[in-house]
């Protein structure tokens, strides 16, 4: 199995590397948006087994902390259970593998809608969503178990001991991130299908020119690992010279150099796409530490 996964890690990342760099005339940073060659636009629905499943791996890894540390326990057998050792051991266990799970709802998030914003939406929504799930089950179950025990936030500042309302506060705070994720992804992931959309369009019906890299600036910003540019494509459409600005996301080890060639598409609407193209022979920065990320 470690193998297998081994095996998929260095695919993803291929196929991750094989689609920098990355050029957008209209968006920057996470909102950049790729639609790989013979794919379909993206779509919510595959999703949403692997989103469901890491949420629930989430709800019962955090089940653990939220009953014994932060007194969402209903009753004082239930705490013993979940502090025990042999307990929090299998929490551990679970814990590597929602992270894992996680890792999964990202990258196929990214696979589906070509972007990582929308992929980081999915991903939190995972582990929110999954934390207060959990949380909500176990103050439901301890409020039921005992109705004659009011509910007051005051305990938490006079209680002796740990009041389960500092769970539901803190539960409650997953909850505001998760409502805050859900208002914001059918924005996200309309926004990400109009770009897919755009680019499938124009590789279909648009027009192409060749175009050449003219201007490379670093911004001297990473997304993530990936260093950020601001570049200028020149091309001539009916003997006129056009020059168009773009932001530019690529690895360290894959940044092109001035006068490489540039496949631009366009149309009537004036939308425009970019890619490099790869026919011509390529080349890149030679130095590949140059616009590395720095370690902290």
Do not use: C
Not at 30 to 38: A, K
Not at 178 to 187: E, F, K, M, S, W
Not at 266 to 290: C, W, Y
């Amino acid at each position: 199995m470690r193998g297998a996964a081994e095996g998929q890690q260095k695919h993803g990342q291929q196929k991750h590397i094989e689609t920098m760099p990355l050029f957008s005339t209209m968006d920057r940073n996470g909102r950049m948006t790729m639609l790989r060659p013979g794919r379909r636009i993206g779509r919510a629905a595959p999703l949403l087994p692997w989103l469901l499943t890491a949420a629930a791996l989430w709800a019962l890894t955090g089940s653990v902390p939220f009953g014994t540390l932060l007194g969402l326990a209903p009753t004082p057998a239930i705490s013993i259970f979940l502090g025990h050792p042999v307990t929090v051991s299998v929490a551990v266990v679970l814990l590597l593998v929602a992270i894992g799970a996680t890792g999964g709802v990202y990258s196929r998030a990214v696979e589906q809608f070509g972007q990582t914003r929308v992929a980081g939406l999915f991903a939190t929504l995972a582990i929110a969503g999954g934390l207060v799930t959990g949380a909500g089950v176990l103050l439901l179950w301890t409020l039921t178990s005992n109705p004659s025990r009011p509910f007051d936030l005051e305990a938490i500042a006079t209680s002796p001991t740990i009041p389960p309302e500092l769970g539901a506060i803190v539960g409650a705070g997953f909850a505001l991130m998760a409502a805050i994720v859900l208002l914001q992804l059918p924005g996200s992931i309309a926004h990400a299908r109009r770009r897919q959309a755009d680019i499938e369009r124009l590789r279909l019906e648009g027009s192409s020119f060749a175009g050449t890299l003219t201007a490379v600036n670093f911004t001297n910003s990473w997304l993530f690992n990936f260093p950020m540019f601001t570049v200028e494509v020149s091309y001539i459409v009916d003997d006129a010279p056009l020059v168009v600005s773009a932001h530019m996301r690529t690895s360290a080890d894959r940044v092109p150099v001035v006068g490489s060639r540039i496949l631009v598409l366009t149309d009537v609407r004036g939308t425009i796409h970019m890619e490099l193209d790869l026919s011509n022979g390529a080349v890149f920065e030679p130095d590949v530490t140059k616009y590395a990320a720095p370690d902290y």
